[in-house]
């Protein structure tokens, strides 16, 4: 059961234009949602998180938009660069004792020059 | 600050051997620390939750046997991967815990079993 998914493994933009990596969930119990760069052989890298009582996170050229009504969340990168093609998963926990990660597939993007 | 190291980064093994993989946070106490595999084109899979000072939480589906995790301090963790076999060569991530930095990953390591 693949409670958090990526339906786009991939996703290719121009470099200085935006780029919308998409997620969504099914686990209603989800309750903080994280999105994470990472390069190969290299573990993830953490870029921007969202709590669920908030709709939109913004931290420089990063912002993740919340729709808890739809279960989905984005990433918006703006403007990309080259430097930000990577493969980037969205995550999400129930906040508590014990609580884990759950990625999702993954989206490999590339910006082109 | 919230770094984590894993070691090594990369290694190559004979079938039948065993492997073991450290994950250290150098900078933090961690209470939880989590074990993570990666195949190709795929996401993170949690194998497994570690305490310190307990025994560890394994995934459905994940052989306790064969992947012996140790948290004996709360800044290291170690997964031994024993007997090993050419299908347990993948990518294996380590994370820690901590409240105020959340999830903080080890840079990987990369096991290939010939």
Known sequence: DQQVKQNSPSLSVQEGRISILNCDYTNSMFDYFLW?????????????????????????R?????????????????????????????????QGSGSRLTFGEGTQLTVNP | GAVVSQHPSWVICKSGTSVKIECRSLDFQATTMFWYR????????????????????????????KFLINHASLTLSTLTVTSAHP???????????REDYGYTFGSGTRLTVV
């Open chain 1, 36 to 60: 994470y760069k990472k390069y190969p052989a290299e573990g993830p890298t953490f870029l921007i998180s969202i709590s669920s009582i908030k709709d939109k996170n913004e931290d420089g």
């Open chain 2, 87 to 97: 299908e347990d060569s993948s990518f294996y991530i380590c994370s820690a815990r």
């Open chain 2, 38 to 65: 990666q195949f190709p084109k795929q996401s993170l899979m949690l194998m497994a939750t570690s305490n310190e000072g307990s025994k560890a939480t394994y995934e459905q589906g994940v052989e306790k046997d």
């Open chain 1, 62 to 94: 990063f912002t993740v938009f919340l729709n808890k009504s739809a279960k989905h969340l984005s990433l918006h990168i703006v403007p990309s660069q080259p430097g930000d093609s990577a493969v980037y998963f969205c995550a999400a926990i129930v």
